[in-house]
C-alpha cells in the first residue's frame, strides 16, 4: 500500500468511551500531522510530529492524545469526548527538510460523539 | 499567528468561465503559499503553490498570483469544467519555522454544465 492511510474510516463512540484513531504513511516523510475538519473549522491543526518529535500543540484539549512511536505511524488517543468533537479527522504527513512542504493527507476518520 | 481569510466562501459558475478566489493572511514573515484541492468525499490535494520570490505562478488552467505587499494572494481557474467543482483551501506558513500551514476557511466551488 502507498499513501497516507487512516483507520478506522469511521467511529461512533459515546462520551465516556476510549478508542484510537490510527494513521500510516508509505512515503518515507519524517513530518506527521493531525488536523480536525469540521464546519465550523475547515481545517485545524491539532498536533504536529517531526522525526517523532512533537512540535506542536495547537492548544488541544487533553482528551486528545497523541502519539508517535516511529516516523511511519501515529495515532490520536480519544477519552471522554464531548459531542462538539463530531468531526473528520485527517492524518498527513510531509518531508520536514529538503522536499517541497507538500501536505499529503490520508481519507480520514469520521467521528461522531453521542 | 498567522491568520488567513479566504473569499468567497462559495461561488457558481458557469462551465467554461473563470473562478476567481482571494486570500489575504497577516503575518508578513509568511512566504509559501500553497492551495488545496477537496472533492466531495476526498481528502485535500495540492494543486499548485508559490513561494514569496516570484509573484505569479501557471499551471496549465490554474494561476496564483501574490502580492507580498498588500499580503493577499489569488487563485484564479479559467475555462472551468465540472471536475473543478470542489472545495479549495488556500494556506500560508513560513518555511523555515516548518510545515506549520494555517487554512483559510475553504471555497466551495460549483461548476454548472
Known amino acids: 500500500e502507498t499513501g497516507v492511510t487512516q483507520t478506522p474510516r469511521h467511529l461512533v463512540m459515546g462520551m465516556t468511551n476510549k478508542k484510537s484513531l490510527k494513521c500510516e504513511q508509505h512515503?518515507?516523510?519524517?513530518?506527521m500531522y493531525w488536523y480536525k475538519q469540521s464546519a465550523k473549522k475547515p481545517l485545524e491543526l491539532m498536533f504536529v510530529?517531526?522525526?517523532?518529535?512533537?512540535?506542536e500543540n495547537n492548544s488541544v484539549p487533553s482528551r486528545f492524545s497523541p502519539e508517535c512511536p516511529n516516523s511511519s505511524h501515529l495515532f490520536l488517543h480519544l477519552h471522554t469526548l464531548q459531542p462538539e468533537d463530531s468531526a473528520l479527522y485527517l492524518c498527513?504527513?510531509?518531508?520536514?527538510?529538503?522536499?517541497?512542504?507538500?501536505?499529503?493527507f490520508g481519507e480520514g476518520s469520521r467521528l461522531t460523539v453521542l | 499567528g498567522e491568520n488567513v481569510e479566504q473569499h468567497p466562501s462559495t461561488l457558481s459558475v458557469q462551465e467554461g468561465d473563470s473562478a476567481v478566489i482571494k486570500c489575504t493572511y497577516s503575518?508578513?514573515?509568511?512566504?509559501?503559499f500553497p492551495w488545496y484541492k477537496q472533492e466531495l468525499g476526498k481528502r485535500p490535494q495540492l494543486i499548485i503553490d508559490?513561494?514569496?520570490?516570484?509573484g505569479e505562478k501557471k499551471d496549465q488552467r490554474i494561476a496564483v498570483t501574490l502580492n507580498k505587499t498588500a499580503k493577499h494572494f489569488s487563485l484564479h481557474i479559467t475555462e472551468t469544467q465540472p471536475e473543478d467543482s470542489a472545495v479549495y483551501f488556500c494556506?500560508?506558513?513560513?518555511?523555515?519555522?516548518?510545515?506549520?500551514?494555517?487554512f483559510g476557511g475553504g471555497t466551495r466551488v460549483l461548476v454548472k454544465p
Open positions: 498527513a504527513s510531509s518531508h520536514v527538510q529538503g522536499g517541497t512542504g507538500e501536505l499529503f
Open positions: 512515503l518515507g516523510h519524517n513530518a
Open positions: 510530529y517531526n522525526f517523532k518529535e512533537q512540535t
Open positions: 503575518d508578513s514573515a509568511s512566504n509559501y
Open positions: 508559490i513561494r514569496s520570490n516570484v
Open positions: 494556506a500560508a506558513s513560513v518555511e523555515a519555522a516548518g510545515n506549520k500551514l494555517t
